[in-house]
């Protein structure tokens, strides 16, 4: 069943939004101030403990049940020879990803999270964007609404991340139809695209963004025309995870792309949301300059799968380690500065 039954009902459901736990947050910073250290001299690492406390309500943070969900969808755009790999290769990866053969699985053992893989249609591709609109408002909704019912309650950190051959392409025109420049500054070489099939990509994308000039001020329809299931899958459970107070790490271009819609309708709609890398594919880290999000991670990686993002839980578990584990200087009796 459809939970939102139109893009009316889905805009005022991105608009309602709560906050974060504001009195928890201040805990963790009265704790941060009494451990054996030096003021903020664990930088980014207090900041993150700080983050997990205001959207999880409690201190100290947890991080027992670590949910890694990978959306994966196929792209109609691919006909536009804007990929190295053909469309089949989705599901391919996706049987790969059920026998424990791809690089996310390993990523998600040693990052102790659980693995959830949602297939989204993928004998049935979304059309192809240079010709008529990705996906149907139905079609929208209802991948919508997939990606928020995938949701576990109970998730202590939600890793959100993507599969699909041609959503980088996808992934670009969404940018460039809500922050502009074209698929001149948002379209990169994708899986391994060569000279010519990025002329081709960012033609696709200059075509499509012409093609849907009338709904361009419409995040939402701007998703819908121009993305794919997954991404919508993938807002749809970013969304419901702000519902829910679950904080989120998101993976890369893809996953940011498909999340930034939330931000051109609501400024504060990603503040449950860190970036967990910045990925080498060229309009991620334009995206994440306008999305204001400061990236945990930067390792060149460019895989997609969340597995970024499902590095990124490790430095968690590092903040939370020292947040939970360390001394206070009374329990040391260690002199504190003010001593």
């Known amino acids: 069943m459809t939970r939102f039954a139109s893009f009316a009902d889905l805009h005022a459901a991105c608009l309602d939004l709560p906050r974060g736990h504001v009195g928890a947050a201040a805990s963790v910073a009265r704790r941060e101030a009494t451990l054996t250290k030096p003021p903020r001299s ?13 959207w999880q309500g ?15 969808g196929n792209h109609g755009v ?54 008529r609109p990705a996906m149907t408002e139905p079609e ?15 998730a202590d ?15 670009s025109a969404v940018s460039a139809a809500l922050f502009g420049g074209g698929g001149g500054r948002f379209a990169g070489y994708g899986t391994g695209l060569d000279d010519a099939g990025l002329k081709r990509k960012r033609q696709a994308i ?17 998703a819908a025309a121009l993305g794919g299931r997954e991404l919508a899958a993938i807002l749809g459970a ?33 503040d449950h949301t860190l970036a967990g890398h910045v990925s080498a594919e060229s309009g991620h880290r334009f995206l994440l300059e306008e999305l204001h999000l400061n990236p945990l991670l930067d390792l060149g990686m460019r895989l997609g799968e969340g597995s970024g993002a499902a590095v990124a839980v490790l430095v968690l578990r590092a903040a939370l380690a020292c947040h939970t584990g360390m001394a206070t200087f009374a329990e040391a009796h260690v002199s504190d500065k003010d001593a």
């Open 42 to 54: 664990l930088g980014r690492l207090e900041q993150a403990v700080a983050w997990l406390g205001l």
């Open 58 to 72: 409690k201190n100290p943070p947890r991080l027992a049940n670590v949910e890694i969900l990978v959306f994966a």
């Open 78 to 131: 691919t006909a536009q020879g804007v990929s190295a790999y053909p469309a089949e290769v989705t599901a391919q990866m996706v049987a790969n990803f059920a026998t424990g053969g791809a690089a996310i699985n390993q990523l998600a053992q040693i990052a102790n999270a659980e693995l959830r893989v949602i297939s989204l249609d993928l004998d049935h591709p979304t059309a192809d964007f240079t010709v």
């Open 140 to 154: 929208f909704l209802d991948a919508v609404s997939s990606g928020y019912e995938a949701l576990s309650p109970e």
């Open 157 to 171: 950190l939600v890793v959100l991340g993507e599969m699909g051959i041609g959503n980088t392409t996808a992934a």
């Open 206 to 222: 200059d075509r499509a963004l012409a093609r849907h000039a009338a709904i361009l001020g419409d995040p939402l329809r701007v």
């Open 238 to 270: 970013c969304l419901a995870a702000r519902h829910l107070r679950i904080p989120v790490l998101l993976d890369g271009f893809v996953c940011t792309a498909a999340v930034a819609p939330l931000a051109k309708l609501r400024a504060d709609a990603l």
